[in-house]
T-cell receptor, first 117, second 116 residues
Framework: AQSVTQPDIHITVSEGASLELRCNYSYGATPYLFWYVQSPGQGLQLLLKYFSGDTLVQGIKGFEAEFKRSQSSFNLRKPSVHWSDAAEYFC???????????????FGQGTTLQVKP | GAGVSQSPSNKVTEKGKDVELRCDPI?????LYWYRQSLGQGLEFLIYFQGNSAPDKSGLPSDRFSAERTGGSVSTLTIQRTQQEDSAVYLC??????????????FGSGTRLTVV
């Protein structure tokens, strides 16, 4: 069964600094990979997704993520963080249709991002 | 509707009582999912429905939890004999298809359940 690990529970960065949130997955083949964001008092919103092709994917709000098969990672990055990026970020993995576990996403435990002025 | 609607938004119940949580997915979305979000626990998968197929109930934590989806639309999650450890935010999501999440989920705002 697939699983997702977000090693960092809490990260603090200064506004304007770069950001990288880590995500590692466990799955035998190439999974579908996602990043979601949950702002305070808001529902979860899809930032970006990867399922094939170019391993560097662009998302909304200036975020990008890179799929690295050799490291089983899908880290989220942003060159310059804004105060409004303070939120909780979730990495998730889904499986292609050939898998018996198709359909549902498995989420990591989340990383809370705090932005210092 | 325009988004996924969940009701109630907040529910406080006494230990031992039964509760029903409702989810109204986006019209036309065939897949519907329930997750539970506890403090520091991330999102825990509970159950998902895909069209007329048998639901995937593999995430339900005990037989006190059940869910149904009527007419391929509205879903109700029922928790019987609630316990304090059931306190969490219960999130519902829907997607156009259930193909590994490829279409992306649209989440509701959740129901915050507090068992006292």
């Amino acid at each position: 069964a697939q699983s997702v690990t977000q090693p960092d529970i809490h990260i603090t960065v200064s506004e304007g600094a770069s950001l990288e949130l880590r995500c590692n997955y466990s799955y035998g083949a190439t999974p579908y990979l996602f990043w979601y964001v949950q702002s305070p008092g808001q529902g979860l919103q899809l930032l970006l997704k990867y399922f094939s092709g170019d391993t560097l994917v662009q998302g909304i709000k200036g975020f990008e993520a890179e799929f690295k098969r050799s490291q089983s990672s899908f880290n989220l990055r942003k060159p310059s963080v804004h105060w409004s990026d303070a939120a909780e970020y979730f990495c998730a993995v889904g499986t292609p249709p050939s898998s018996s576990n198709t359909g549902k996403l498995i989420f990591g435990q989340g990383t809370t991002l705090q932005v210092k002025p | 509707g325009a988004g996924v609607s969940q009701s109630p938004s907040n529910k406080v119940t006494e230990k031992g009582k039964d509760v029903e949580l409702r989810c109204d997915p986006i019209s036309g979305h065939t897949a519907l999912y329930w997750y539970r979000q506890s403090l520091g626990q991330g999102l825990e998968f509970l159950i998902y429905f895909q069209g007329n197929s048998a639901p995937d109930k593999s995430g339900l934590p005990s037989d006190r939890f059940s869910a149904e989806r009527t007419g391929g639309s509205v879903s109700t999650l029922t928790i019987q004999r609630t316990q304090q450890e059931d306190s969490a935010v219960y999130l519902c999501a829907s997607s156009l298809r259930a193909i590994g999440g490829i279409d992306g989920y649209t989440f509701g705002s959740g129901t915050r359940l507090t068992v006292v």
